[in-house]
């Protein structure tokens, strides 16, 4: 009867290539639940820490890195937000979170040599997320959106090798989203929701639980 479920927050996760849109929509969806909710926006890579601060320079080109080293600055870089990622969590506020392990893998896996298995290991144990929000985009569409090919990734080819790696990581708490020929706002309908039925499945009454135990 509109009594408010209490718990935990949720975690909910945005994943995609390049220019699909997830800064966007977990942009309005941080917003849109805080009339309602206690919510709050993380990203990564946080390029605010020491840590983020080589991880730009590593993606701008300014600095070279062995590809190894770049993963772990990856994986560190979360695990130096854990701590207030899981408080929040507690507190009940819901944390949407801009890529995650899950960018980690697919795109140092898409790398020569890399293993994906070898790429899972340093993010084992972080919380696993309620909600996977997985954006697609076609190559051409996402040529077509702005600012495409600043960064170190962002190449056709690379991106495909992304993209084929992230269906090795989906499970069941992956929804898959199509963006192409969409506006933002219907996209943004569809994100909402399977936003709201993972809030009605009371996922949150469960304590969180490791990623890739
Ligand atoms: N990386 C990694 O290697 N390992 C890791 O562990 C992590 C990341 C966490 C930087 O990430 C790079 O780091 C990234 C992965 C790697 N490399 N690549 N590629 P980042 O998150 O800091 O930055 P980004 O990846 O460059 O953001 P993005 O993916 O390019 O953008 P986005 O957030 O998905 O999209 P957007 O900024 O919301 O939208 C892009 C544009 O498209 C914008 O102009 C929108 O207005 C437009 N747009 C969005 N949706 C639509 C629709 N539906 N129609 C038309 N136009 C649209």
């Known amino acids: 009867h509109g ?13 995609g290539c390049d220019r699909s849109g997830k800064t966007t929509h ?7 639940l ?5 919510a709050q926006f993380m990203r990564f890579p946080d390029r605010s820490t020491l840590v983020g601060r080589m991880i730009d320079a590593y993606l701008k080109g300014e600095k070279e890195l062995d590809d190894h080293a770049i993963h772990l600055l990856f ?70 959106r702005g600012g ?3 960064e170190r ?21 992956w929804q898959i989203i199509q963006t192409d020929h969409k506006t933002m706002d219907q996209v943004y309908a569809e994100v909402m929701a399977v936003v709201e039925r993972t809030m009605q499945s009371q996922i949150n009454q469960k304590p969180l639980t490791p990623l890739w135990p």
């Open 75 to 144: 994986s560190t870089n979360r695990w130096e937000k854990v701590d207030e990622l899981k408080r929040a969590l507690e507190n009940g506020s819901h944390v949407v979170v801009d890529r995650y392990a899950f960018s980690g893998v697919a795109f140092s896996a898409a790398k020569d040599g890399m293993s994906m298995q070898w790429c899972k290991q340093p993010d084992r144990g972080l919380p696993r997320p309620d909600l996977v929000c997985f954006l697609d985009v076609s190559p051409d569409e996402a040529q077509k």
């Open 26 to 32: 977990c942009t309005r969806l941080v917003s849109e």
């Open 34 to 38: 805080n009339a309602r909710f206690t």
């Open 148 to 150: 495409f090919g600043r």
């Open 153 to 173: 990734y962002e190449k056709l080819e690379f991106q495909a090798r992304v993209r084929q790696n992230y269906d090795h990581l989906m499970d069941d708490t």
């Open 3 to 15: 009594a408010r479920t209490t718990g935990r927050g949720l975690l909910i996760v945005f994943e």
